[in-house]
Every structure is written in structure tokens, then in C-alpha cells.
């Protein structure tokens, strides 16, 4: 494997993305993690610097473990990387006069090793305010651009190699040629991570940590909870039972689908707990959404031990945290703060009956995926657009009523109905409805209304780290528009939200 220490640049999760697209696994940790958590890692083949927002030079900037550099493994500084590995080798990095934000022409000096197989002249992506004024001693200077003299270095005898350009990004020409010389000629690694390899190890890791134990799955119905259950059944067969949590904040007809379909996987296995009125309750009065979804991952998490103490002998908790989960909810460099709480991750109390199992918790949404059909999970899961943990609960701004959840479902289930009729559903990242927490005034049979607005949200995606809104044709927007308007009492405007992430996130809350 490949070990990424994430600085906290906004690239980290597409270096990820590259290098699993050569098959070869990688992980991401916190930048100044320390050293002693990686001595399970006996397949370590390399270790990358991601870039970062801070300065090297200044006094709260972020270093990795000490013991890094001994570890023993090519090392390749991206960005903010190679800027810490000039600095701790005696090199010297200060503020440029003139900050590269864009393309950027470099000139290759030396061709072998990093940029082999690349032309002199390469075009790069760069976004830095500081740069190199001097390289350490025993460095050798690999590359060049005209406001970055030391644009690359190298020194072979260490292993140890940056670039202040970001070859994981799709603007570098040659990017991928660059991020597979590292892999496979300098740090020797194979292209041989496959899904069917991850089943096999997954199942034998998931076995060892359960062992004759019985395992709770929280059962969502969404892809995720589906394939991390499929999953655990393949390993642990009738040691898993499935509780589906009805809080209200589903889509129509949600649990009633639920049962049809899993109910004939699972049988008596498969348990629907009742608990609309226990939420609601509990969120009566709450507009902050953090506040929101640690509630909501707390009562989840009750609800769960609960269910475990009728059942006996329940000691794991199954769920389908997928890895932008965590990526958005822990603070990967400790001064930075987390985009949002996911349920199932910030949300969860730090005290914890049951220990948890999670699958799926180092994969991207499409590579859950692809998992699910080496599974033979039905297209119609697979396919199914991603929801969020907490529901309707985090589309819905402001406090969560039951008159607000019975618009918004009404709403969302038009916008979906319309979205499959236009032959787009599957074309499309996610699609959905949001309620705001505003009223505006409207006529209906010459009639003055008073009430909701609804937005609606369509955006494409790889993998959720990213999403462009969706240009959905006037004449689909118009008929949505009409149809919520006119079918769904309560509200009486509609708008389209044309924001990507960044600098928005996809849910709104």
C-alpha cells in the first residue's frame, strides 16, 4: 500500500483517487499522525506529502512524525510536501513575489526516475504562494519554471523526491505518468488491487474481528448499508441480523421498500423499529445543523443497543460508513475544523456499547459500487443515488416538523419521479428536494398563499469529494416546478440551486 499524510489541501482525496485507479491501495491519515500507528502497515511501499494551506516557515505549521523520515520507503513531497522536505534537510523556503495559481510551463532537467517518459517541456497545474529559495544539500534540481527555479528535486540516495506542481490534478498534462513512475518504478508496488482482492481480505479481516459473535446492522436500504450488509452476510451468514430504524426522515415509501426487498435476503433477521415520534421529539426546537446530526447519530445509536439488549449476545454494530464519511467529519489537520458531522461518524458518542464494524469505511461511493456488483447486489441498489444518514432531516433547514417532513417528501419524490421519466436518474450524482426556512407570498385561484420554498438540487460526481450542478433542461425544471406547486400543499415557489462543491457542499446541511 501507499501511505498519504494529508496536510489539508483540498488535492489530498485526488491523489487517492489516482493512485486506486492504477490499482494500487492506498490510505489517507492526518499529516502529524504519529509513526507508531503505521507499524501494522508490513506492505508499506511509499509514503506521500500532500500540499497544504499553511507556510513551513510558520510557527503553527503542521510536520509529520519524526520517525517518518527513517521509515525506510520513497517518499514524494507534493506542494506544501516538498516544501517540508527542503526544509527539514537545511533547504530554505520563503514567500514568492510572485504567487502561481493555474497552468504553469516547467522545463524538465533531469528525465530518468520521476519524469521519465515525459517531454522537456511539461504543462502543470500549480497553486502556491511560497516557494524554494534553496534547495538542501545532496538535492539535485529535477525541474524548472519561470517563477519557480526549483520547480522539482530529487535525491536518489534517500529515495526522497518533490514536485511543487500537483500531478494529481487533471490540469497536469502528464500528471498520471508522473504519480506511476513514483508507484511503480521507484516505489516497486504492484497494480493488483482489485475489487474481488478487497472481498477476500475484507471477509477473512471481518471473520477475525467477529469471530462466533453476532453482529447489528443499522440497514438504511441506501447502497451503502446494502452492500456493507450483503458483505458482512458473505462472511458471517446468520450472525448478522438487520435492524431497519424507521425515524420518519426517509423517502416515501421507504420502509415499506425496505421490507419487500430485504426482508427476502434476511427473512426474520431483518427487524423494522418504529421511531418517527422519538426523533422528532428530540430535534423539536434545533436549528443547528451539527447539532442536528449528532442528535440524530446518538438516538441511532441508543436505538441500536436497544435492539441488541432484546436480542443478546450482541456485540458489533454494523454500519455502511463509506470513506468521504470520514474524510468530511474528523479535522484532518488538527487546526482545521470539519466540513459536517456524518452520523455514523461525527455523530457518534464517544462511548459506544458495541464495537464497530465497517467494510466499506476505506472505499469511495464508486468503488462501493463496483463492490456491490461482485456481490450480484441488484442494479436497482447499486444504481440508487446517494442519500444522506440522517435524512430528510438535514434537507429540511431549520427546526424538523411533521408537516415540513410531509411537504419535503412529497416534493423529493416528484423531483425523483420526474428525473427517472427524463431517462436521467441514472446519468445523474444525486437529485433531490430541499424545504427552506422561508415563506413568500404567492396567488393560488386568486388567492393569497403564505407558505414553503422548495429548491431542488441535481450535481455529478465521482466520488462526493467534488460535484458540478447538473444543467437540467428548462422544459424538466418547469414541470417540477408545477407539479410540487401544484400537488403539494404548503408550498407555493420553487428554485434551482446552480452551486458546485466547492465552495458548497452537496446537502445543504
Not at 486506486?20 to 504519529?34: A, D, T
Not at 516557494?131 to 544539500?137: D, V
Not at 467477529?210 to 436500504?221: E, F, Q, R, T
Request: a neutral charge.
Amino acid at each position: 500500500m501507499i501511505l498519504i499524510l494529508d496536510f489539508g489541501s483540498q488535492y489530498t482525496q485526488l491523489i487517492a483517487r489516482r493512485i486506486r485507479e492504477e490499482k494500487v491501495y492506498c490510505e489517507i491519515y492526518p499529516g502529524n499522525k504519529q509513526i507508531e500507528s503505521f507499524s501494522e502497515f508490513n506492505d508499506l511501499k511509499g509514503i506521500i506529502f500532500s500540499g497544504s494551506y499553511d507556510s513551513v516557515y510558520s510557527k503553527d505549521a503542521s510536520w509529520p512524525d519524526d520517525s517518518v523520515w527513517k521509515f525506510g520507503v520513497p517518499i514524494l513531497g507534493i506542494c506544501y510536501g516538498m516544501q517540508l522536505i527542503a526544509e527539514y534537510f537545511g533547504g530554505k523556503v520563503a514567500p514568492s513575489t510572485h504567487r502561481e495559481f493555474g497552468l504553469a510551463n516547467i522545463n524538465i532537467k533531469r528525465s530518468y526516475s520521476l519524469f521519465d517518459g515525459l517531454n522537456s517541456n511539461e504543462i502543470v497545474w500549480m497553486s502556491h504562494g511560497d516557494k524554494l529559495s534553496e534547495i538542501p544539500i545532496g538535492f539535485k534540481v529535477t525541474a524548472e519554471s519561470d517563477n519557480s527555479p526549483y520547480a522539482a528535486i530529487e535525491n536518489v540516495e534517500k529515495n526522497i523526491y518533490g514536485v511543487q506542481f500537483h500531478p494529481e490534478v487533471k490540469h497536469s498534462v502528464n500528471g498520471r505518468k508522473i504519480l506511476r513512475n513514483f508507484l511503480f518504478k521507484i516505489c516497486n508496488s504492484k497494480s493488483d488491487w482489485t475489487m474481488k482482492s478487497y472481498i477476500v481480505d475484507e471477509v477473512k479481516r471481518i471473520k477475525e474481528q467477529v469471530g462466533d459473535g453476532k453482529v447489528l446492522c443499522a440497514m438504511s436500504g441506501g447502497v451503502d448499508s446494502s452492500v456493507a450488509a450483503v458483505m458482512l452476510y458473505r462472511a458471517i451468514g446468520k450472525q448478522l441480523i438487520c435492524v431497519h430504524v424507521d425515524h420518519g426522515f426517509q423517502k416515501l415509501f421507504e420502509t415499506e421498500r425496505v421490507r419487500d426487498v430485504f426482508g427476502k435476503i434476511f427473512g426474520e433477521n431483518l427487524i423494522i423499529v418504529s421511531a418517527k415520534e422519538i426523533f422528532l421529539s428530540r430535534l423539536k426546537g434545533v436549528v443547528d445543523p451539527e447539532q442536528k446530526r449528532k442528535i440524530i447519530g446518538h438516538t441511532f445509536i441508543e436505538l441500536f443497543d436497544r435492539e441488541s439488549k432484546k436480542l443478546k449476545d450482541i456485540n458489533f454494530l454494523l454500519q455502511g460508513t463509506i470513506y468521504p464519511d470520514i474524510i468530511e467529519s474528523f479535522s484532518i489537520k488538527g487546526s482545521k475544523v470539519p466540513i459536517k458531522s456524518h452520523h455514523n461518524v461525527g455523530g457518534l458518542p464517544e462511548k459506544m456499547k458495541m464495537k464497530l464494524v465497517e467494510p466499506l469505511k476505506f472505499l469511495f461511493k464508486d468503488e462501493v459500487r463496483v463492490l456491490g456488483r461482485e456481490l450480484r447486489i441488484p442494479e436497482e441498489i447499486i444504481n440508487r443515488q446517494p442519500f444522506p444518514g440522517p435524512g430528510l432531516a438535514v434537507r429540511i433547514l431549520g427546526e424538523v416538523t411533521d408537516e415540513k417532513l410531509d411537504i419535503l417528501k412529497k416534493a423529493d419524490n416528484i423531483v425523483i419521479e420526474e428525473i427517472i421519466k427524463a431517462g436521467l436518474y441514472e446519468k445523474i450524482w444525486q437529485s433531490f428536494a430541499i424545504l427552506l426556512p422561508v415563506k413568500t407570498v404567492g396567488v393560488m385561484g386568486d388567492a393569497r398563499t403564505y407558505e414553503y420554498v422548495v429548491a431542488i438540487r441535481a450535481v455529478n460526481s465521482d466520488d462526493a469529494m467534488t460535484a458540478d450542478w447538473v444543467k437540467l433542461p428548462h422544459e424538466l425544471l418547469e414541470k417540477i416546478s408545477s407539479r410540487i406547486i401544484n400537488e403539494v400543499k404548503g408550498a407555493n415557489r420553487v428554485v434551482y440551486d446552480i452551486s458546485n462543491k466547492p465552495p458548497a457542499t452537496i446537502e445543504w446541511e
